[in-house]
Structures are given as structure tokens and as C-alpha cells.
């Protein structure tokens, strides 16, 4: 495996997961599909995992993902979101188009407050919950050498893997995980990250043992909890 990728292990067996084509396996032979090739999907096949709407959105977007945009791939998740009331839909496509410019400040925010106790090496890596449409990915991969972005909205990562192309991002990993089960070894990172993520989170409690686990000894986990008096971006949700 290249140097500059994190290693993934298997969830079932803790084995090293080799990368193909369009699947990545163990050496005992358990399998996770790659989605575009590049997207590990390590959920597909829980109970409860199946979104059949999402699901169809994900191969829509999959199918247009060469010629479409990053800019188009949201219009299409914002078509996903039609039925919602004029109000609501404004406030979500306006949040979901602010989210570079958004995370980067917020990114920033916590690296600023995190610089005055602890020492964030630049060769280290980096891991976002929740990283969504890969809003905070320009900034991380320029601030750390390796970087890894867990999302359980395949949709999300779809567009995420846009953004990066569009950027020429070449050091960050996407996953389809939940929090609770990341597929990456003990102390793995330096710093974790999650941005408007804990409060959508049923189970705190598994989340931080795992946060726990993948961070290595002196490293840093930063996170904040959105309201409607955010301070980067007001938001009534």
C-alpha cells in the first residue's frame, strides 16, 4: 500500500484490506465495495444500512460523476430534497453551498485554540466525522500530510470525491463508516475532528471510545455542536 494512505483494516476479522478495482478484501477474503473505485463503503451490507432513495441518488450521481461538477452534483442532492417546504430548502441549499468557505474558518478556529496547548505536526494525519460534502478537505490536506473523512451518506462522499478532484486533493481517503466502527488501526491520528456531527449522534458514549482508540497519545479530538446562534453561520434548524 502507498506510504501516504492510511492502512484499512477489515471489521471482521482486523485483517490489513488490500484495495482492487472496484472492491478492497482481506487475506481472509472479506470484501467491501469501492465505490467510483475509490470510496470504501464498510456499511453496505449492516442491517438497517439500506436507504432505497439513497440508494438511487448514489447511482445517479455515480453515473454522472465524470462529466458533472461538484456544483451540479449538489443540485442534484438538492433535488433529492423537493418535497420540503420553500423555507426550509433555501436554508439547506444556502448552508450546503457555504460549506468550503464555512468549514475552512471553522477549521482554522480549532486549530488556532488547539496551537495553544498542543503541537499539530504537519506530517501527522487527520481524521473528520461527519465530513459530508468535503467542505473542510482544501484546508486539511494542506495542513496535514495524510487525511482520512468518515461519512455514513454515500450521496455526500460522492460529492466530496468531486470536490476533491476539482481541487487536485490527492492525500485524503473517503469512507463510508459509521463513527462508532472506523476502519483504521489503534493511533492511527493525531487529530480528529467533528464538525456539526456529535449532535446527530445516538450513541456519544461509542463514538468517544472509538475517537479514543484512534487517536495516538498526546493527539487531539476538537468538536462543536451547531444552534440556531452559530457563529459562522445562522442557521435555524
Not at 453515473?63 to 442532492?77: K, S
Not at 461527519?130 to 473523512?149: D, T
Request: glycine share 6%; proline share 3%; net charge negative.
Amino acid at each position: 500500500m502507498n506510504s501516504e494512505r492510511l492502512e484499512l483494516i477489515c471489521q471482521q476479522c482486523g485483517g490489513v484490506l488490500h484495495l482492487g478495482t472496484d472492491e478492497a478484501r482481506c487475506e481472509k477474503g472479506h470484501g467491501y465495495l469501492l465505490v467510483l473505485g475509490r470510496i470504501l463503503d464498510v456499511v453496505a451490507d449492516k442491517e438497517g444500512s439500506t436507504n432505497v432513495e439513497e440508494l438511487r441518488l448514489a447511482a445517479t450521481m455515480s453515473l454522472a460523476f465524470e462529466q458533472a461538477t461538484y456544483a451540479e452534483l449538489l443540485v442534484l442532492l438538492d433535488r433529492h430534497y423537493s418535497e420540503a417546504p420553500d423555507h426550509l430548502r433555501s436554508v439547506y441549499t444556502d448552508y450546503v453551498r457555504s460549506a468550503i468557505s464555512r468549514n475552512r474558518r471553522m477549521v482554522l478556529a480549532f486549530r488556532t485554540q488547539a496551537l495553544q496547548w498542543y503541537d499539530l505536526t504537519p506530517d501527522g494525519s487527520a481524521l473528520e466525522l461527519g465530513c459530508g460534502f468535503g467542505g473542510s478537505f482544501p484546508v486539511l490536506s494542506r495542513l496535514y500530510k495524510r487525511v482520512a473523512g468518515i461519512e455514513p451518506s454515500l450521496p455526500r462522499l460522492i460529492i466530496a470525491a468531486k470536490l476533491l478532484d476539482e481541487h487536485n486533493i490527492h492525500n485524503v481517503q473517503l469512507v463510508r463508516a459509521y463513527a462508532q466502527h472506523v476502519p483504521f488501526r489503534d493511533s492511527s491520528f493525531d487529530y480528529v475532528t467533528a464538525i456539526n456531527v456529535m449532535e446527530h449522534v445516538l450513541d456519544v458514549e461509542g463514538v468517544m471510545n472509538e475517537v479514543h482508540r484512534l487517536l495516538r497519545s498526546g493527539s487531539v479530538f476538537l468538536s462543536d455542536s451547531r444552534n440556531r446562534y452559530d457563529l459562522f453561520l445562522w442557521n435555524p434548524m
